[in-house]
């Protein structure tokens, strides 16, 4: 399994969240689907970056914090992405914005590494097919993502 972190920020105080993503996607992966032949990315921007990008890919011209592109959900009868140097495959991007996961950790109360693994592990299961637009699927989602997390030992009052 690979997990790559790419830092866009390059500062020391983005550098201390690269290693939590790097577990909570790790982690996150390995325990939804028993195996480690997969690859991810997660990357950590500014603001006016995941603002572009949510706008080039949404079409909505906001900042936000967590944006997921994923490769993994395919359709019926095609071939997943893989990495021919590695034949792992490819489960899509994360995008994280270190400005509005600092905004939310002091929002709703915890730590940043917290609200780091929350974002990340969002992004995750997002990429493996969950989604919130339904009340049921988000009910879903946010047990998944607060199982995950507790298992982790990075519970809401981290």
């Known amino acids: 399994m ?15 969240f690269c290693a939590v993503l790097e577990q909570v996607a790790t982690f996150g992966v390995k325990e939804e689907l028993k195996k480690d032949n997969f ?10 970056t995941i603002r572009e990008i949510n706008a080039e890919y949404r ?4 900042e936000t914090d967590v944006l997921s592109f994923p490769l ?15 034949d792992d495959i490819m489960l899509g ?3 994280i914005s270190l400005p509005r996961l600092k905004e939310q950790a002091e929002e709703y109360g915890h730590s940043p590494k917290r609200e780091a693994a929350y974002l ?16 049921e699927e988000k009910q879903q989602m946010r ?3 607060e199982e995950l ?7 809401r009052e981290d």
């Open 93 to 95: 991007d994360i995008i």
């Open 143 to 145: 047990q998944r993502e």
């Open 120 to 135: 990340c592990i969002h992004g995750v299961l997002h990429l493996l097919g969950y989604d919130h637009m339904e009340q």
């Open 149 to 155: 997390l507790a298992r982790l030992n990075l519970t």
């Open 59 to 62: 079409g909505i011209d906001a």
């Open 72 to 86: 993994w959900n395919i359709p019926e009868g095609e071939e997943p992405f893989v990495n021919p140097e590695t």
């Open 39 to 48: 690859e991810i990315t997660v990357t950590l921007t500014d603001g006016e």
């Open 2 to 16: 690979k997990v790559e972190i790419l830092d866009d920020i390059l500062t020391e105080e983005s550098a201390r």
